[in-house]
């Protein structure tokens, strides 16, 4: 290969695929987001329809692997029905905050739970043929300013919490992708910091497939090549072509860096079976009957019983029904960003009931709303494309888009120059009822709303970027106008963009709504209190929990919790369901007789959590994520604007390695729901823990086992969590830390024993000034647990001496 040939091997194509070289028969391949379906290419919305997967905080829910594994198995098919051998998944940074925006794409608080879910994820992926990328390679733990913030991170928790399931990939799955993070780690980008991809990725761990960049996260040419990143994406290359021969002629890159790099390239396109089959197929829709099953399956072991007082499940024979509240008719099946795809379909929970009811037993009211933005109107946009930023000339392009939100990845019209484009988009509305409407415009770039013929928003003169569309959109602008029922007006938007924006994103987006008031409110409540059982299904949605964007806290959106102690007030059988992509408070919780924690979990949502309360499925779930009382009693909320949201470019992991569980148990604060926690419709009775090894020298690994009956009469799942407390130390240690579980199915009376192992690596700490992971002499204490609040039994082991694992790299410099 000659060094043009290597070297334009080490960008994308474009948005998705990677360069082919004919000359050689090397083929392109094709990446698609992930990690809850395989979108495909194209934009955000409205691509090819595909499977919609439980997202990641839903899957940590699960606790459990082998679910997660035939997953991986089903998204690999996915992956290949969109052309695509590799999935930018999974995520795995640690839940840290309570409000970071991609909270739900994560799995838990916990490396051990995080690192345990992602590898079977990967396994699964691989076993269909197709390689998983582990992102964000690391730091990625909040949404602000996330392309230039610095996550200052001792090496100490970098070592325990941050980069465990980035290990494991490598070590134990193997995976073949790593995907660099937009953020800086101690001041370093990530897709150039050498001591985190040579020294420790490669050299270290000995990992063997490629690193890639966040999508436009890669911000030179040599230093990034220098420190091991291999790809740049997404394509055409920005930093590298011929940039990168240059600075290879000019001995700023080794020649033999390019080499290795691209032969890390070609080595992927290999393991994904690239040269057998080169082309790449068209994108298909395969909505397959098994892959309905498994969401369905999944999204209710997934789904954690808060809280019961003996409400659940229930039985819905004769009994009247209010579904109230926000997404009882809307599915919430998802989380935004590039998560998110164009699902098959979307079960919404009174659908899910619908099926189980007669006409007049269920009814259903909003009561409020929940809603970030205006719910979008229903398009479809007719574009006209002018060649000139005033909408003047000639119209260059027309085009159809089906949505009330249009988004380009790509230049708007062929041959047009972002800066050089003006557009007007217009679709047609027709008012339902006659009253006060208001409008929300957001948009990449100056724009204006027309209704009617009359200007309803206008940022033309001051838009600014602001929280949609990854930190690139505005703040949403209303609007209001007075409508009519029945007669229809033209929306329309005129656009233009502006550059200097890191994404090339360009979009616009409506929404219309009369908003609901009091009478909406006082409807709900009538209806709950007319109703034997009241379902209030509350939350936020795609909206709030997205990617680009933290969440403003972690109270319900709205009038939601009023609404919810209304409903319990007038109804003693009520229960709430929740779905967020992370924590939320519940002022209301002694009020209502139980509370369901649902998540997103994918297109089956209405018909999981309908199982659930039906009883139809045992709630498998248990939090993988502390629900605190209140948001200043995370790690980092501490008033300390260093510590969360950052402070001068920079945010600081002051907290170390006293994130989730570890941080209540060392502060003494007891949470709203702990870690591991959930309820089951059955009840289990534990054995205390046993070992093979009471005595370690360290040499192996020591088996625990603890039995589990069902003392019920249905059957459930349990989740045997097995934590190790420490001795007196001479660092400041975790009380407890989590290092094994298994997840049990048992039948009525049936007992079964988890087995679980325990490496040296499950008594160490890291030591900083020996950079190695040190397990001193002791005893430690093994304890089983339901929970991290709910201990169920104990054992003692005594290490005779101390083990010390050193490694190589120093990533704090
Ligand atoms: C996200 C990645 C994603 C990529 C491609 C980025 O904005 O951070 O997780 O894979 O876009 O869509």
């Known amino acids: 290969m000659t060094l043009e040939e290597q070297v334009s091997l080490l960008a994308g194509a474009d948005f998705w695929t990677t360069v082919a070289i004919p000359r050689l028969g090397i083929p392109a391949i094709k990446v698609s987001d992930g990690p809850n379906g395989a979108r495909g290419g194209g934009s955000l919305v409205g691509g090819v329809k595909a499977a919609s997967f439980p997202v990641g905080i839903a899957l940590g829910a699960s606790w459990n692997p082998s679910l997660v594994e035939k997953i991986g198995g089903a998204l690999a098919e996915e992956a290949r029905s969109k052309g695509a051998s590799v999935l930018l998944a999974p995520t795995v940074n640690i839940q840290r905050s309570a409000v970071n925006g991609r909270n739900f794409e994560c799995y838990s608080e916990d490396p051990c739970v995080t690192a345990t879910l992602a590898t079977a994820y990967i396994e699964g992926l691989r076993n269909g043929g197709v390689g998983a990328t582990i992102k964000h390679f690391v730091g990625n733990e909040s949404e602000i300013q996330r392309t230039t913030m610095s996550s200052d991170v001792d090496d100490r928790a970098l070592r325990e919490i941050y980069l465990p399931p980035f290990e494991a990939a490598v070590k134990t799955a193997g995976v073949f992708a790593v995907m660099s993070s937009y953020n800086r780690l101690n001041g370093t980008f990530t897709s150039e910091h050498k001591a985190l991809l040579r020294d420790l990725l490669k050299d270290e761990w000995g990992f063997s497939g490629i690193v890639m960049s966040d999508w436009f996260g890669s911000h030179s040419t040599a230093p990034t090549v220098e420190a091991g990143l291999d790809l740049e994406m997404p394509g055409p290359t920005r930093d590298r072509g011929d940039k990168l021969v240059a600075a290879v002629r000019a001995g700023e890159v080794a020649a033999d860096r390019v080499r290795e790099a691209a032969r890390r390239v070609l080595t992927l396109i290999e393991r994904v079976g690239g040269f057998d089959t080169p082309d790449i197929p068209a994108e298909r829709a395969i909505d397959k009957p098994e892959h309905r099953a498994l969401i369905r399956r999944a999204g209710a072991e997934a789904i954690v019983l808060l809280k019961n007082d003996g409400i ?8 009247t029904i209010a579904a109230i509240g926000p997404n009882a008719e809307a599915a919430q099946i998802m989380g935004g960003g590039s998560a998110q795809l164009n699902p098959h379909y979307a079960v919404s929970p009174a659908d899910g009931l619908r099926v189980l009811t007669s006409e007049n037993q269920l009814r259903t009211a909003p009561g409020v ?120 007006v033209d929306v329309v938007v005129e656009y233009r963009f502006v550059q200097a924006i890191t994404l090339n994103l360009k979009a616009i987006r409506v929404g219309v709504a009369v908003p609901l008031g009091d009478k909406a409110f006082a409807d709900a409540v009538e209806l709950a209190r007319a109703s034997d059982i009241a379902i209030v299904y509350a939350g936020r949605s795609g909206e709030w929990d997205t990617e680009g964007n933290d969440l403003p806290g972690i109270a319900l959106p709205g009038r939601q919790d009023e609404l919810i102690a209304a409903i319990a007030a007038v109804n003693p059988r009520t229960v709430v369901v929740l779905q967020t992509g992370g924590p939320v408070a519940m002022p209301w919780l002694d009020k209502v007789g139980a509370v369901v924690e649902a998540w997103y979990p994918g297109q089956e949502a209405g018909n999981a959590i309908a199982d659930v309360l039906t009883g139809v499925a045992e709630p498998g779930g248990r939090l993988a994520q502390t629900f605190p009382r209140s948001i200043d009693h995370t790690p980092v909320e501490t008033g300390d604007p260093s510590t969360y949201p950052g402070r001068d470019g920079h945010v600081v992991y002051r907290e170390g390695v006293f994130v989730g569980y570890r941080h209540y148990d060392k502060a003494g604060i007891e949470p709203l729901f702990p870690f591991g926690h959930g309820l089951s419709y059955t009840s289990f009775d534990w054995q205390a823990p046993s070992v093979d090894k009471p005595v370690f020298d360290g040499e192996g690994t020591i088996t625990v086992r603890v039995r589990v009956t069902n003392n019920g009469a249905r059957s459930g799942s349990e989740v045997v969590q097995l934590y190790v407390a420490p001795p007196t130390s001479r660092v400041d240690r975790p009380v407890k830390e989590l290092r094994a579980f298994a997840k049990l199915l048992l039948a009525p009376g049936e007992t079964v024993e988890a087995t679980m192992l325990l490496s040296p690596r499950a008594f160490s700490y890291f030591d900083v000034e020996r950079n190695a992971f040190v397990a001193e002499k002791g005893r430690y204490r093994l304890i089983a647990a339901a929970s991290a609040a709910a201990a169920k039994g104990s054992v003692d082991i005594e290490l005779t001496r101390e083990i010390v694992e050193v490694v190589s790299a120093r990533l704090r410099h």
Not at 312 to 318: I, K
Not at 380 to 392: A, K, S
Not at 459 to 472: Q, S, T, V
Request: proline residues 8%; contains cysteine; aromatic residues 8%.
């Open 312 to 319: 659940l499940p229930l039985d819905l024979a004769g009994q």
């Open 369 to 488: 709303t929940a809603n970030r933005l205006m719910p979008l109107i229903s398009g479809p946009f007719e574009v006209d494309v002018y060649g000139r930023p005033d909408l003047t000339g000639p119209v260059v392009e027309h085009q159809s888009h089906p949505l009330g939100e249009v988004m380009w990845f790509n230049e708007v019209a062929p041959g047009v120059a972002d800066a050089e484009f003006s557009l007007r988009a217009t679709t047609r509305f027709t008012p339902s009822e006659t009253a006060e409407h208001v409008f929300g415009l957001v948009s990449i770039g100056p724009s204006r709303l027309i209704v009617d013929g009359r200007t309803v928003v206008d940022i033309r003169k001051d838009w600014a970027p602001g929280d949609n569309y990854f930190e690139c959109g505005n703040r949403e602008v209303r609007g209001t106008i007075a409508l009519e029922a029945g007669r229809t």
